[in-house]
């Protein structure tokens, strides 16, 4: 049997051993472990900020600029990978992160610290590769389900903070690190995560087939790229940065938030963290099945809808409404607080919003552009990874220029409204063109009944 007839089967075999199955899950295997090292600086940052005497400047650049290279390389990546598979792809972008990776647990100064930080932050370039590789194996009726499953490797933000929660002796050092076996104190985890990177590509060479499907294999590079001219992939672009951008931004700025804020130990602060970062990953697949059934744009009204609601009363500090008296006297009323419960819970509920909203992204992909997953996709990737770079230093500005904490979310707040707005002008647009003899009638008065 040839190479071109032996992938369809493999691609609508539903079982545990078909190819399309071991390729979905040895790539979200590979995600969720590059996400968490793409971001492990966002819990990692207060021991090392106290062992090198950095500022809050000097530690916010260190998750910005891994977060910078983890988004920069998607558009090429994805077309990389519609070019010659996303195995090929895979297992050496999981090489070439251990390498970095490595070379962190020796790190001494805050310029090297800088650099591989960089450099690791290319982890965060994989997620293009697994949307196309995914896209290229699994059926249409399917394909809303299997990105969510994917996508929910986004959890790995939170395996380095739930490391901390279990086993908080590793930060400072003991237990394997005072025996000799990894480095002491916060490089215990870059040096787990390179043992890591090097077992799963080794994994992923061994598991999934080995003759890959390649959706753009020959395609010019000009065909590839007519997509982006589309106003449509960039709308969809901005969707992403609301839900996914947004994500990794909270998902680093949400530690310090706590601890700021709420005056809890880093410990408890990385705990809470994980309930944001769980729905807001691991409901992806649910956001796709729903996306298979509703439509995603019907889900994207109603993750829309959750989102604005909750930055809405998550944006609102603290206070109370103060009456001046005629007789010169002030009486205080209506006095409101948000305490660390109801915050938690409020972001939990953002954080379902958004693991809906990221898979019903995807679906639009491959339903407008079945033949260009690696490019646009990688484009949206690569503009919501952005989002995730410049957001936190707009929520510390804005924190700056109000003195609120809480505009963090009327930062987030202000995003979402755009995003649903230009949604909802799209579809009123697209109904008025598709039907333009309804345009008077939705509007047109009620009939007057005929008098006698």
């Given at each position: ?20 199955t ?126 969510g ?15 901390v ?17 990894f ?36 395609k ?43 005056g ?133 500005y ?34 008025h063109?598709s ?18």
């Open positions: 049997m040839s190479a071109s007839t032996a992938a369809p089967s493999q691609t609508h075999d539903p079982h545990l051993g078909s190819g399309a071991r390729v979905l899950w040895m790539s979200t295997i590979a995600f969720t472990l590059m996400f968490a090292v793409w971001l492990m600086f966002g819990v990692l940052g207060v021991p090392i900020q106290k062992e090198l005497g950095l500022s809050d400047v000097e530690l916010s650049w260190i998750s910005a600029v891994a977060v910078l290279n983890g988004s920069m390389w998607r558009l090429p990546a994805g077309m990389l990978t519609d070019r010659i598979g996303g195995r090929k792809v895979t297992i050496a972008m999981l090489l070439l992160t251990a390498i970095p990776c490595f070379f962190l647990t020796q790190v001494g100064t805050y310029g090297n610290l800088l650099i591989l930080a960089f450099l690791v932050g290319f982890a965060g370039n994989l997620f293009s590769v697994g949307i196309a590789w995914n896209s290229a194996w699994t059926p249409r009726e399917r394909q809303g389900y299997a990105l499953v994917f996508g929910a490797g986004n959890v790995g933000a939170s395996v380095t903070k739930l490391l929660v279990l086993f908080p002796s590793l930060v400072v050092g003991g237990g394997a690190a005072s025996a000799g076996f480095p002491d104190g916060w490089r215990v985890f870059p040096a787990i995560y390179t043992i890591a990177l090097i077992l799963v590509a080794i994994l992923t060479f061994l598991i999934v087939p080995r003759v890959d499907k390649v959706a753009g294999a020959g010019p590079l000009s065909e590839m790229l007519a997509p982006l001219t589309h106003l449509r992939v960039w709308r969809f672009s901005l969707y992403y940065v609301a839900v996914f951008g947004a994500y990794v931004a909270l998902s680093a700025w949400l530690p310090k938030y706590y601890v700021d804020n709420f809890i130990e880093l410990k408890t602060a990385a705990l809470l963290a994980t309930t944001f970062i769980f729905p807001a990953s691991l409901l992806r697949p649910f956001g796709g099945m729903l996306s298979d059934r509703f439509g995603a744009r019907r889900v994207m009204y109603w993750t829309f809808a959750v989102m604005l609601v909750t930055t809405g009363i998550l944006m609102m500090p603290n206070g109370h409404i103060v009456i001046a008296h005629a007789d010169g006297h002030t009486s205080e009323h209506l006095g409101y607080s948000i305490g660390l419960v109801p915050f938690a819970l409020l972001v939990f509920i953002l954080g379902c919003g958004m693991g809906v909203g990221k898979a019903a992204v995807y679906k639009h992909i491959p339903e407008y552009f079945p033949d260009n997953v690696g490019s646009v996709g990688g484009l949206v990737g690569m503009l919501g990874g952005l989002g995730g770079f410049f957001l936190p230093p707009l929520f510390a804005t924190k700056q220029w109000s003195g609120f904490p809480t505009s963090t979310f009327f930062v987030l707040f202000l995003l979402v409204a755009v995003c649903a707005l230009w949604m909802h002008w799209t579809v009123v647009q697209m109904l063109h039907s333009p003899e309804l345009h008077d009638r939705l509007e047109a008065p009620a009939p007057v009944p005929a008098t006698h």
